[in-house]
């Protein structure tokens, strides 16, 4: 059994109660940072972009390295 199975039924419920709480402090911040970089011009599109430039180049740099040890 799992630890928090063990803990009467008025922990389990404090702890859950703690931990949706903090869930919605991590969304509130993430709301917060997604304003402030929409604020300052940054598009979602943009930030595909790169994270996709990203896995190219990841892609490379593997590619690469396998061949650098193959010699």
């Known amino acids: ?3 928090r199975s063990c803990q009467p039924n008025g922990a389990n419920e404090e702890a859950l ?3 949706i ?3 919605k402090q991590k969304d509130l911040a993430l709301d917060q940072e997604i304003a402030q ?3 300052e011009g940054y598009s979602l599109e943009e930030l ?3 994270i ?3 896995h190219e180049y990841n892609d490379i740099k593997d590619a690469g390295q396998m061949l650098l040890g193959k010699l």
């Open 1 to 3: 059994p799992s630890p």
């Open 17 to 19: 109660r703690y931990e």
């Open 21 to 23: 709480e903090e869930l």
């Open 37 to 39: 970089l929409l604020s």
């Open 48 to 50: 595909e972009k790169h």
């Open 52 to 54: 996709s430039l990203l």
